[in-house]
């Protein structure tokens, strides 16, 4: 469903939470057998976030919920964000927010072998959070829309 301006602005007004975790555990996931999944969610519009936070925080979850002995993870990073309909092609502005998690877009080869590490764990999440908007256009090339902004990261974690 499309959103006026004012609805949107109402609704992103709402997301202040800086962080939203979710743990699992799978007997499949995206291909992998009995997998852990930790799922963190960063909202970049809260007052809290910064990005040198949101590093910290990443590197502390994943840290404290796998088990010392592993030797890689494997990661996946999405972003929940407004698409703009092609204001060329319409009367009226509208808006579609568009969830990472509930989506589902991606496919298991954007998943990516992270070693166990802290430095590792660090650049991953550094990558995440210097991306520009107009970068995840590509997603969305045959649907007539554009990324107007990026609301929330989304990190997701995958032991096997």
Known sequence: MYLSRSELTVILRQQKKFLTKNVHNFA??????????????????STEF????????????VMDHFPPKQKSIRGLIEYD????????EQVHESFYLWKANSNRNSVPNNETTIPFTHDSIFLFVRNAA???????????????????????????????
């Open 50 to 61: 910064t990005e040198s936070l949101m590093i910290t925080s990443v590197i502390k979850e």
């Open 130 to 160: 210097n991306i520009n908007p107009s970068e995840l256009d590509v997603f969305y090339t045959n649907s007539n829309v554009s990324v107007q902004c990026i609301t929330n990261i989304v990190f997701t974690f995958i032991a096997v």
């Open 81 to 88: 964000v407004v698409l703009q309909s092609n204001p060329m």
């Open 28 to 45: 499949l996931y995206r291909g992998h057998f009995n997998a852990q999944v930790l799922t963190l969610k960063y909202c970049i519009l």
